[in-house]
């Protein structure tokens, strides 16, 4: 496909990874263990560079991949979560090896409970866990924005399963195939936000508070 081939090609060009991030990511991907794929990273990448956020809110640790990454390219607090406990014992270890423990706060319990006992806004929020429970979440989220804030949701498009009818998915993804629609509509018709949606890794969605 056009596509896989343009993609093959944006990869070739970039540079080798090296130390601590690159160990983790050959780690998970030899684990199974689910982290943001390359090409997402490196815009994310850019995109903090450009942004230079001050707190950031992560929702889905996994491993601590992308908390270490976004504290290697930022200066910012960083609040994570994970809810489950194996995952968690492991990015805190991660956390603590990089030397970032002061920068990157793990709280181990339900995204949703965590949510709704914060308070405040912060400057960068990357949301990539149970993808089910994006529209559930947005409400307390968009709380914890103010303007200027940028929301990143990864995995939206749901290997392009999202753009299909609903009957044309496995039953056991249906629900969570009709809640990422939903999340998807919420963020284009929120007015207190400006959104975007892109065709880069497995789908991923920009939303600002204007």
Not at 24 to 33: H, N, Q, W
Not at 82 to 95: D, F, K, L, P, T
Not at 103 to 122: M, P, V
Request: proline share 1%.
């Amino acid at each position: 496909m056009e596509r896989d081939r343009i993609r093959e090609f944006l990869a070739s060009l970039e540079r080798e990874s090296c130390g601590q991030l690159s160990e983790l990511r050959a780690s998970a991907e030899a684990s199974g263990i689910p982290i943001i794929r390359k090409e997402t990273e490196d815009f994310m990448r850019t995109l903090l560079c450009i942004l230079r956020p001050k707190r950031i809110l992560e929702i889905g640790a996994a491993i601590g991949y992308s908390s270490i990454m976004m504290a290697s390219c930022t200066d910012a607090a960083i609040l994570t979560v994970e809810s489950y406990e194996s995952r968690a014992r492991m990015a805190q270890h991660n956390i603590e090896k990089a030397g970032l423990s002061d920068r990157i706060e793990l709280r181990i319990q339900d995204a949703g409970e965590l949510l709704r006992g914060l308070s405040g806004s912060y400057d960068f929020i990357f949301l990539d866990a149970a993808k089910g429970q994006y529209i559930n979440w947005f409400p307390d989220i968009l709380r914890l924005m103010d303007r200027g804030s940028v929301l990143m949701a990864d995995n939206v498009l749901q290997d392009l399963t999202v753009m299909e009818s609903r009957y044309t998915v496995a039953r056991r993804d249906r629900t969570t195939h009709s809640r990422m629609r939903e999340f998807l509509y919420a963020i284009k018709h929120e007015d207190s936000l400006e959104s975007t949606i892109l065709d880069l890794g497995d789908g991923i969605s920009i939303s600002v508070a204007v």
